[in-house]
């Protein structure tokens, strides 16, 4: 029964003795169902859904198809009862779609970062980038999360950084610098040593008395600078080195990895080349181990 009605499309009659309509639709071999009087002159009805445009071509539906100027006049009637619904369901199906579309690429979208602001202070702002590409936090990129202390971490490394928050607003990543009024400076005492072994290739003293000079090859711990400076009657002054000097180094060693990339990565980081300016490697395998040899440029400073 619910199927015979599904295909049914409900009109509305008006007109003087509006079962004359009714009895010419049926003269035209178009069935009508469960016709029922509303008012006076209309009459509610039930055609098939493929004979409605027969009888809008009986009795048109326009303009100049009124009450005044036609003895009849033909419209689209709501349905009644559960079809009702039904019908008004189907009329908002498109936007009740567009409605689950939008929800479900909101859902979807939500733990993508789509910008990066910063707040208190930006000078930083080049460091809170690699902080967070280091820590996985990237743009169209799902959010890492759990990664804030460690980008805070890195951040609040810097001398003047005093503090640091991260946090996820919606589609973007807040990062909260700020700096302090009086930032401190760390001064070095003592004489300069070697922090790696390797040959002089630039030296540039401030303040000190240079120990080696350009082409010396030093080790390890060895002294660079020392913390004084002769008077004019020879004696010593102690003062604060200002100093920087840069140095050739070649390291070698055997890494056992599962490639040369690996290994090579492997010596890399045990070496801490980060800040150095690498200018030759060569690896070689052997027996299932790689030979690694390194060589780059490391720059020590004291107080400058």
């Known amino acids: 029964m619910s199927r015979f009605w599904e295909n049914k499309q409900p009109l509305l009659i008006e007109g003087m003795m509006p079962e004359r309509a009714l009895l010419r639709l049926k003269r035209a071999g178009i069935p009508v169902y469960d016709a029922k009087k509303c008012e006076k002159n209309q009459i509610l009805f039930y055609v098939n859904r493929k004979d409605s445009e027969k009888v809008f071509a009986i009795y048109p539906n326009v303009c100049y198809n009124n009450s005044i100027n036609s003895a009849y006049f033909v419209r689209k009637a709501e349905s009644v009862g559960i079809w009702k619904y039904i019908e008004r369901a189907k009329r908002r199906v498109g936007l009740l779609l567009g409605g689950l579309l939008c929800m479900l690429l909101v859902l979807l979208s939500d733990p993508l970062v789509f910008e990066i602001e910063f707040t208190g ?44 928050s991260v946090q996820k607003i919606g589609h973007r990543v807040v990062v909260e610098m700020r700096t302090s009024p009086f930032p401190t400076r760390d001064v070095k005492t003592g004489v300069m040593q070697a922090q790696r072994g390797g040959k002089i290739i630039a030296m540039t003293v401030l303040r000190g008395s240079p120990l080696k000079k350009i082409g010396d090859t030093v080790q390890a ?84």
């Not at 460091?127 to 799902?142: C, K, N, S, V, Y």
């Open 121 to 164: 202070t930006n000078i930083y702002a080049r460091e809170a980038r690699a902080a967070l590409e280091e820590a996985g936090i990237r743009l169209f990129a799902p959010y890492e999360k759990g990664r804030e202390d460690l980008v805070c971490a890195k951040l609040l490394a810097i001398d003047d950084v005093e503090f640091c």
């Open 221 to 304: 711990g060895e002294s660079l600078v020392g913390d004084w400076f002769e008077g004019v009657d020879g004696g010593q002054v102690r003062v604060e080195i200002i100093a920087r000097v840069r140095i050739a180094c070649t390291w070698e060693g055997m890494v056992e990895a599962t490639s040369a990339e690996e290994a090579f990565a492997k010596a890399y980081l045990e070496l801490g080349l980060q800040d150095a300016a690498l200018t030759g490697k060569e690896i070689t395998e052997n027996n299932g181990l790689y030979h690694v040899a390194i060589c780059y440029e490391w720059v020590e400073r004291w107080n400058l």
